[in-house]
């Protein structure tokens, strides 16, 4: 998502609210893949809605099943806003990823507090395995907002909020030209499909 030059535009209006996940849920009744983080400080369970997107839920996924996320950090921090991981290791190499996927934003799922959704460079077409967890209420993100396209919410934290929280109070700065940055790393152990 916010690689640097796009996350400027997004921090205006994002106002922080209690944790109300209604917008992130797709109907009741319906089962949905969950997905263990194990990370350096504490798990966070998602539930996934591939009936609302697809390939996005197909996507994150393969990438899960691959190992993709072991030893990758949360790089980008920003109280009030969100947390974006995925992509870069430890020393903040960036990790190989598979091609760019269509964007999914238009399926009626909101960024609110709790929502996972893919990051994207400035091309809507752009997510690859990089991915923020929303920790304030931030429909400035939502189609068609804020550049005509939005950010694709393909999930929701249903377990670990409080993890999310400890990690966007952790100390940032700024490493090898980019900001928020945590000082000492927050690290994905592991991430596990723990129902299909």
Known sequence: MFRPAVLSLLLAGSALLAPALAGAAPPAGATHPTVLLKTSQGPITLELFPEKAPKTVANFLDYVNHGQYAGTVFHRVIPGFMIQGGGYDANLREKPTRAPIPLEARAGLSNVVGAVAMART???????????????????????????????????????????????????????????????????????????
């Open 122 to 196: 400035g091309d809507p077409d752009s997510a690859t395995a990089q991915f923020f967890i929303n920790t304030a209420d931030n429909k400035n993100l939502d189609y068609p907002r804020p550049d005509g396209n939005g950010y694709a919410v393909f999930g929701r934290v249903t377990a670990g909020m409080d993890v999310v929280r400890k990690i966007e109070g952790v100390a940032t700065g700024s490493s090898d030209g980019m900001s928020d940055v945590p000082r000492t790393p927050v690290v994905i152990e592991s991430a596990t499909v723990v129902k299909q």
